[in-house]
């Protein structure tokens, strides 16, 4: 399968703990996203990148998250001491430029206990 | 914010009946998205139409854009039972930000066998 995959798809951890995500994109895109989901809404833009470099970091993500995407391939999301407000969905999107359709991976569930 | 409203937030209709859902958004586009999201198979790119054409098909699906009433429409004809799931626009600005898409709350689309 070559589409974007996400690890690990469920993640349970308590309150004040850190935890990372990774997401393994399309190898020939060069733009990936990060959003989150929420129950009953829509996934929310949290970051981009196009390679290796961060181009733009929501105001939804406090100093608590942390995005890597060291030599342009994969990514990881890092959060730092939870709290039960993170507890939603991790989507990782790649894309190839000039604005096409984005395709998106099984996405991470986050519960903080 | 060029966040796409979808609506009706929920539509219940019978096999085989068209389904229509609407979109509106705020400011000028690049172009518009429609995904699909089901708990099988996560957010599924369905179809882009820019913003110079005015209608669009895919399969079953049809695409209609009036950027003059900053507007889009999405019509699955001779719904299945596998139609069932959530449908979002993702309109995709026009400007610097060309890259990030911004999700309404969607359209729970419900097919009866």
């Known amino acids: 399968d070559t589409g974007v995959s996400q690890d690990p798809r469920h993640k349970i951890t308590k309150r004040g703990q850190n935890v990372t995500f990774r997401c393994d994109p399309i190898s020939e895109h060069n733009r990936l996203y990060w959003y989150r989901q929420t129950l009953g809404q829509g996934p929310e833009f949290l970051t981009y990148f196009q390679n290796e470099a961060q181009l733009e970091k929501s105001r939804l993500l406090s100093d608590r998250f942390s995005a890597e995407r060291p030599k342009g391939s994969f990514s990881t999301l890092e959060i730092q001491r939870t709290e039960q407000g993170d507890s939603a969905m991790y989507l990782c999107?790649?894309?190839?430029?000039?604005?096409?359709?984005?395709?998106f991976g099984p996405g991470t569930r986050l519960t903080v206990l | 914010s060029q966040q796409g409203e979808e609506d009706p937030q929920a539509l219940s209709i019978q096999e085989g009946e068209n389904a229509t859902m609407n979109c509106s958004y705020k400011?000028?586009?690049?172009?518009l998205q429609w995904y699909r999201q089901n708990s099988g198979r996560g957010l599924v790119h369905l179809i882009l139409?820019?913003?110079?054409?005015r209608e669009k098909h895919s399969g079953r699906l049809r695409v209609t854009l009036d950027t003059s009433k900053k507007s889009s429409s999405l019509l699955i004809t001779a719904s299945r039972a596998a139609d069932t799931a959530s449908y979002f626009c993702?309109?995709?600005?026009?400007?610097?930000?060309?890259?990030?898409?911004?999700f309404g709350k969607g359209t729970l689309l419900t097919v009866n066998p």
């Open positions: 993702a309109p995709l600005n026009s400007g610097g930000s060309n890259y990030k898409l911004t």
């Open positions: 999107a790649s894309s190839l430029p000039h604005g096409g359709e984005q395709f």
């Open positions: 139409i820019r913003s110079n054409e």
């Open positions: 400011t000028s586009i690049n172009n």
